[in-house]
Every structure is written in structure tokens, then in C-alpha cells.
């Protein structure tokens, strides 16, 4: 009888990388559910508008790489990259914006590197970052959470649309009508006021720990990534390192000077930290790859996070801290590298 | 079960790590169950035993289990179903009265190798073992891979001579402490061991409980195991005083020790959805695949792989006309695998780092391997890579990394082939040119010292010289 000849092992592959962004998908969906209930229809628009030009970045770059598009398209990571940047924007963004962001990242940050698995920076970030730089202006118009007590102008359904398609409101509306600081920006123009974290914290829009509506997303966002911890898509590694990192110096700040420095809960619940742990910091491609050379990328995050927040020009630094420790990955990567068994401390064979 | 003695036994001659050995017998001889019918033959190897008694028909190249599949010489005894041993001798001596390099030399012709799938003659590896200073004999009753179960059966049905056999090894390597290694999901085998263990109450004798992890059946593996020692990069558990055996090996040393039964059967798992009945069957070596299969119930219709071996490292043949051989320890006749889809760039998720039993970042191997740089891949420990393919098990983006690593091996051990080349080279080089001039310096010597001798004798020497010539001359003339 004769047989089919094959290389070992013979056990098929347990694991798929279109599979994994899947999941990361799908644990963004209760966050994203969130989003929308309290910041309006907006995300989605934006979610839209990303996806579309995240898929053209990647299908014209493949063309031009020469490359099958669609087995580009087929492993799930463009979508993720658009989600992530659906995440990072406000709710009320026109269409341009997100698509500069959503070809820079694709096209400059990750194809220009070699596409998926060779980009040395976070697409999303990166694009995220170029928005910020290009159009700071469209950053700022965050609305209010909806909350009953919140004094405000909502937009309707199609008003955002219009805004999203237009850039332009309503004529019964004006940007100062319909936008409201967020928190990490009352925090920072508060204390740049003089003012006492016991008074910021008293304003509507604080909630229990971070911002009101806010630190909701947060927790959902962190059942998403509970989530793929169990499914082993994560590693606790990143997560944990973001969190000591940005907690521990939060802390000792707070205690230093409660007065003029908010708690760790508002830095953890405040702004994207949450995202970051779970969804950004632990893209594998851009991130350190050893367990200890994780755990240092993961703090160093936190700690860049912290500083910017702190010191740093703008409210939040998650954009930056990544896309800078996405810079130190190859030292780190070099300085962690494990203990092969049997070799000696210098990492010689003996 | 036992296989019968079946029509015909392909015995190849190289069945060990090592030279293969030298066929001693004829075409047309008949050969005895147990007769000596080829002989180590070079510094490393095993003889080979007539696994059952009948006609040597021819001495040919026959498909093997081997990598690439070619064949390799083999003697094909055709069987009379007799099976008449040879004649033993009256009573073998109790193995404590022989002295251990009698007992070693013993070993030697038992034709017996390591029975986990290394196949090292185990008498060379004891004789290796001597020159160190041992604290422990490990038995390794850790099955190989997943699927095999082999160890398991031979432990449940044979513990006594497993035992003995460790028994053996202590004596002649003066070790004072054993650690039989067996899997706690093993109930029976365990029971067996504790069991016997009882029955000899011999202290030195210790049972040791291990996970069922794969690959912790690997020999520095096991050896970490149980110890907690590394055993050195390129180096091998006696230099940190561990002696690993396989329980098939004490079993086999036991036989031929105790019973002047060499090597000539094993116990070898059949398993997978290609044959009718899986089962672990004690076949003669030199059975083909064909015969045992045909044994267990034949092929079942999902029978398109044959591996010899384990899912995970065994080697995929494409004939059943393969011979079971000393290191067969499963069959596996399997359906095709399915197709995990298309290889895609790593993502560097670092899961293949996360199960690599030696801790390498096979990641970054694969990255020094795919641009061929010799010296990374050397400081990353591709050498110290054991094949157990767990990193292609769990990669996302399906990139066949062991293969890979197999020829990132293949060529480095090219690379150091040419690189000892030149330098021989260039030695052989250097060593003509520093030939030549010392030829040259000692006629440069030899005329100096002829022309002074010619002027110091003076005119008189010279004319001498000449008349000689002069008569030479003539007298050729």
C-alpha cells in the first residue's frame, strides 16, 4: 500500500491568526455597544469610515506590493487597526479626518514596513498620532456623555451624519453648545487653573472614578479584555505592566499631593488606559515578544502614559507612550532574551 | 499480543546510531532465532540478531524508515516458521559475580540500543558512562509523544524485568540510586512497578511521578525534570552524573543478561484511524509494516499517512513494505492532516516561545534562518533546538518552523564541513610550501658544503674530479 510523504509534525496547527483578530473584534463589540449609548451614533460613522478606507489602504497596497489582496484582507487586521482608531476619535469626527488616519496607518505604518507582522510602529497609533498633529482642532469635539442631569444639546441620528459627511453642524447648533471638556481635559485645564482635585472632581461630568459614561466604557472594555485573557489571545503581561506602570507613579503622586494630583482610579478609569492595557499595548506584531521583555514594554507604557498626562502638553499619552515604546522594542528584545536551558549565565554554550 | 513469526524479516544493517554493521552470513545460509548475523563493524554500532530462524534469500537495499525515505541494506531471511533458537549456553551467571567491563562487553553483544527512538548502542553510551562520575540511573518510563503508549504496556506486563534491568545498570556502573520516571496518568504501570519493587525490596529503587507534558520524554528533559539540573549545551546527562535509559532498554539488557535472549523483539504501539484494531503488539524486529498491520485487523479506509513514530517527530514513509526496526516505537497510520490554511508572515505573538521545552524564541530563529545568518542563529541556540515541533503546533500564522530548523541545521553543519575543509586545505597547503623550501634550503646546503669541500681540497681534488669523469666516460664509451 502506498502512503502520502509529509515533514513533522503531522498535527495540524491549533492556533490562526484571522481567528485571533476576530476575537479581538468581537471583545470590542460590548465597548463599542457602550460608546454608542453614550456619545451617540457617531462611532459607529466612524467605525464605518475607517473600515472603508483601512480595507482600500490595504487592497491598493497590496496591488501595488504585487500581492494577493484579498489573503491580506482575509486575516481580520485591518478591520482591527480601524476599530482601534474608531476608539481613539471622537464621536463627532468629519469623514477626513478618520480616513487620513486610517491610510496613514495602513498605508505608511504598515505596508511601507512590510506589512503585516514586519510594522515596527502601531498602525492605529500612528495614525491616531498624524490626526493630532494635522487636524488637532477635530480632537477637541468631544460631546457630553448623555446623562439626564448633563445640561446639553444631542444631536440627532442624522445630524451626526451630516457632521460626519460635512464637518459642519446643524444651523441650530455650535460646537460650544454640543461639546463638553472630557475629563482628562477638565482635569489638566483645572489644575493649570489652580484649581483642587476635590474641586474638579465635583464637576457633572466626573463620575465615581474617572469621567461619567467614561469609566463605563472602561469597564466594559475591560470585561473584552478579561475575555481574551481567557482565551489565551493576550498574554497578562502587557496589561499588568501598563497598569503598574501607570498606577504606580499615580500613586505616589496622589499621596504625595492629594490635593493637586487626581488618584490612581481616575488614571485608570480616566481616558483610554483601559484600551490601551488590553487592546493597543498587546498588538504582538509592535510589542515586545519575551514574557519579562512584555512585562518592561508594559510599564514603560504606563509610565510614559503618566508623564504625559502629568507634564506633557496634551490630556492624554497613550498614543505617544506607545508609539515610543514601540521604538525600544528591539533593545528591549535583545536585553530579555531568555535563558536557553543548558547554556551558561553569559549565555555561551559551556 | 504477540505478533507471529511472519513469511519473511527484513533486518537493515543499520538500525543504530553509528556505522552500520557487517552482514556475516550468506545467501542461502540458515540462520537459527537469535544467531549473530551481522557485527559492529567500526568504532560506533550494534550487531544484528536473526529475529526468527529460516534462509538468508538476499542481502538488497529495501525502503526503510529514514527521512528522505531511501532505501537501505537490509538481510531478508525468508522465514520455515520454526523458530528454533540457537543453543545457549548451559546456565548464564548471575550477572553480580561478573565484574562491570565483563558485563559491559556483554552488553556489547547483545545487540542492544536506546528503545526510547535514539538508538544509540547502549553499550557505548555505559562505556561513555564509566569515565564519569554518576549519582543517579534514570529510567525513563516517559512515553516519547503523544499517541504512544508502548512504555506503558511493556511497565504494566514486564515490570519485573524493567527492574532487573535497572539492577543491571546500577551494578555495572556502580550507581547507588535509580529514579524510575513514570507519567502519574500511568495507574497500572505504576501499580506494577510498586508492586515488584516490593517483591525486591531494594532501596535503591525509587519511583518518581512526572506530569504527562510533552516532550518531557526527552533525555535532558527528563533529566531537568527530575533533578533540576541543565544538562550542559552540546553536552550529555553524565556530565552532570545522570545516566538516562529507556524501561525498554533495562528490559532488553535484562533479556539478554538473564535470559541470552539479545535484542530481536520490541513492544510497539499501532495506533491511529488508518488501522482496524490500534493496539500495542510485541513484533519481531524485521516484521514489515504490512504484516503487523495485517495482523491488528488490516486498514481501515482513513489510511492515507504511515508514520514511523509519533505525530510528532516520527518519520513519514510511503511504502508498508518498511521493516519495524529497534527504534520503532509506534506506528501511526492516520488520515491526511488537515490543511491549516495558508503560511503567513509571524506576527510575533511569541507562543512558540511560550512551549519551547529549551526556551529558544523560535521566532527570532526563524528570522535568522530565513536570512541565513550562521552566527545569530548559533548565539539563539538553534543547536540546542530538540525538534519536538511544539512551536508549529501552536503558531498562528502556520509557519512550518521545525522544518525550517532542520535545514537552518543542515546548513550550518555544511558551513562547518567547508570550513574544516579549507582549514584542512589550507594545512595541507602550508605544509608542502614549508616542505619545499626546507628541500630547497638543505641543496642550498648540501652545494655550499660540496663547493668548500671542492676548495679546500683544492686543485688537485679538482683534476681528480675530472680524470674520473674522463674514465667514466671511456668506459662507458
Known sequence: MKFVRHEAPYVAPVADVASMMRQVLFALVPAGLVHVWYFGPGFIFNLIVASIFCIAGEVIMMRIRGRSPAKALSDYSALVTAALLAFALPSLTPWWVTATGALFGIVVAKHLYGGLGFNVFNPAMAGYVVILVAFPMYLNVWVAPRMGDIDYQYLSFLQTLGYTLTGTLPDSATIDAISRATPLDAMKSGLNNMRTIAEIRALPLMGDFGGRGWEWIGNLTAVGGFWLLIRKIIRWHIPVGVGIGLLLPATIMYLVGPDSNPGPTFHLFGGATILCAFFIATDPVSAATSPKGRLIYGIGIGILIYAIRRWGAYADGVAFAVLLMNMAVPAIDYLTRPHIVGHDEQGQQP | MDVPVPGQLVLPIGQHVGDPAQPIVGIGEYVLKGQLIAEVHGTLGAPVHASSSGKVVSIEPWPVARRFGEPAPCIVIECDGKDRPVELAEIAPAFDELPPDVLLQKILHGGIVGLGGAVFPTAQKLMQATTCDLDYLLLNGVECEPYISCDDVLM????????????????????????????????????????????????????????????????????????????????????????????????????????????????????????????????????????????????????????????????????????????????????????????????????????????????????????????????????????????????????????????????????????????????????????????????????ARQKKHAKAAGPAAIAEILKRKQQQKEDED
Open chain 2, 156 to 447: 504494566r506486563e514486564r515490570a519485573a524485568e524493567v527492574l532487573g534491568g535497572a539492577q543491571i545498570l546500577m551494578h555495572a556502573l556502580s550507581i547507588d540510586q535509580c529514579y524510575i520516571v513514570v507519567e502519574s496518568d500511568k495507574p497500572e504501570a505504576l501499580h506494577r512497578l510498586a508492586e515488584v519493587m516490593a517483591e525486591l525490596d531494594d532501596e535503591r529503587l525509587v519511583l518518581k511521578l512526572v506530569p504527562t507534558i510533552y516532550p518531557s520524554g526527552g533525555e535532558d528533559q527528563l533529566v531537568q525534570l527530575v533533578t533540576n539540573l541543565e544538562v550542559p549545551s552540546a553536552g550529555l546527562p553524565t556530565d552532570i552524573g545522570c545516566l538516562v535509559q529507556n524501561v525498554g532498554t533495562a528490559a532488553a539488557i535484562y533479556d539478554w543478561i538473564h535470559d541470552q535472549e539479545p535484542l530481536i523483539s520490541r513492544v510497539t504501539t499501532i495506533t491511529g484511524n488508518g488501522v482496524a484494531a490500534p493496539m500495542n503488539v510485541r513484533a519481531r524486529i524485521g516484521t514489515t509494516v504490512a504484516d503487523v498491520v495485517n495482523f491488528v485487523g488490516g486498514y481501515t479506509e482513513h489510511a492515507s499517512q504511515l508514520i514511523m513514530g509519533g505525530p510528532m517527530t516520527g518519520k513519514s514513509v510511503n511504502t508498508d513494505r518498511v521493516p519495524l526496526v529497534k527504534a520503532t516505537n509506534c506506528v501511526l497510520i492516520m488520515s491526511e492532516t488537515p490543511s491549516p490554511g495558508p503560511e503567513i508572515a509571524c506576527i510575533r505573538c511569541g507562543e512558540c516561545a511560550a512551549v519551547c521545552p529549551v526556551q529558544l524564541l523560535p521566532q527570532q530563529l526563524f528570522w535568522y534562518a530565513c536570512a541565513d545568518d550562521e552566527k545569530s542563529l548559533r548565539s539563539y541556540g538553534l543547536t540546542d533546538c530538540i525538534e519536538c515541533g511544539c512551536c508549529d503546533l501552536v503558531c498562528p500564522s502556520h509557519i512550518p518552523l521545525t522544518a525550517d530548523f532542520r535545514k537552518a541545521k543542515g546548513r550550518i553543519r555544511e558551513l562547518a564541513d567547508e570550513k574544516a575543509r579549507a582549514v584542512r586545505a589550507r594545512q595541507r597547503f602550508e605544509a608542502r610550501n614549508e616542505r619545499l623550501e626546507r628541500d630547497k634550503r638543505q641543496r642550498e646546503q648540501e652545494l
